[in-house]
């Protein structure tokens, strides 16, 4: 019996009733994948966690109190304070939605950072990584899909 929500996700899961051990075997971008989704949500919670980090005044003496900052600022830090601990979430459940939410959050993260640099900070460094946290998305989730379709 299956737990799974209309079979969201049914590629990260693992073996089904009625599979051989030599299907499960070849799992493993299916695994690659499910792991590379749980290391992404703890780093993607932390994320959260600094925005509402932000949002409480912890550990910025020096910054002036979240409610005298600009609105365009207070809106961006509550938009990604809700939606990196939604996506890390998702993540975590390996669903779908998960995914799209984070690919939304990172794309978002992108945008902002270069059309409001003061807002949201981002290093060049910080920039790659997130292209290619998102590159290697993409391409772990389609091994696992050909993967399966193989199987």
């Known amino acids: 019996m299956s737990l799974g929500l209309g079979g969201d996700g049914e590629a990260l899961r693992g073996e089904t009733a009625g599979q051989t051990g030599e299907v499960a075997a070849s799992a493993r971008w299916r695994s690659a994948l499910v792991w590379f989704l749980r290391l992404l949500s ?4 932390a994320k959260g966690l600094l925005a509402w980090a932000v949002i409480f005044g912890l ?10 900052r600009l609105l365009s ?3 961006i830090i509550v938009y990604f304070a809700v939606l990196d601990l939604v996506a890390a979430v998702g993540l975590w459940l390996t669903s779908t939605w998960g995914g799209v939410l984070w690919l939304l959050a990172a794309l ?4 902002l950072s270069f059309f409001f640099p003061r807002f949201v900070p981002m290093t ?3 920039g790659a990584l ?8 993409f391409l772990l989730t389609w091994a ?3 993967e399966t379709d193989a199987a």
């Not at 703890?42 to 919670?45: E, Q, R």
């Not at 978002?108 to 945008?111: E, Y």
């Open 42 to 45: 703890a780093f993607w919670l």
């Open 59 to 68: 550990g910025a003496q020096s910054q002036p109190p979240f409610e005298a």
């Open 73 to 75: 600022f207070q809106a």
């Open 108 to 111: 978002s993260q992108l945008l």
């Open 124 to 126: 060049p460094l910080l």
């Open 130 to 137: 997130f292209v290619a946290l998102i590159v290697l998305y």
């Open 144 to 146: 696992a899909e050909t």
